[in-house]
């Protein structure tokens, strides 16, 4: 069954192109909707997508994905001694960055559509 594409309207943007990292990130930030925070997407790509992403990773992926319009943040002071009291980011998606995810969404369900019969039997001739 193939999958329509939603069209766009004259006013929306055009979806930006991403990274494996970029996107999960975007889907992380989307995730942790009650925290949206840098340490909290590090943990959900650690327990969830199995990348084990270093800060310095992280800050710059969160860079570009400013520098694109994908992401903002706002600053927060942090109660947490372990700071410093250095101020933590609470990110969020754009009106881009939410655009982008939906079309990225889009194009994945297209091409995973009817796989699952096709990788088991990529998998038993493999096993074969």
Known sequence: MKRKQKKRGADEPEPVKLGELEL????????????????????DLRDNAGRQVSRGALYRTLERLR????????????????R????MRRLALTELGVITVRH?????????????????EVEAEARA
């Open 24 to 43: 999960l990130v975007l889907l992380s930030i989307l995730r942790q909707r009650d925290e949206p925070f840098a340490n909290q997407v590090r943990r």
């Open 67 to 82: 520098v694109k319009e994908l992401v903002s943040w706002e600053l927060e002071p942090s109660a947490l001694p372990e």
């Open 84 to 87: 410093g009291g250095h101020p």
């Open 104 to 120: 990225s969404r889009s194009v994945l369900l297209t091409f995973l559509d009817g796989l699952g019969d096709v990788l088991d």
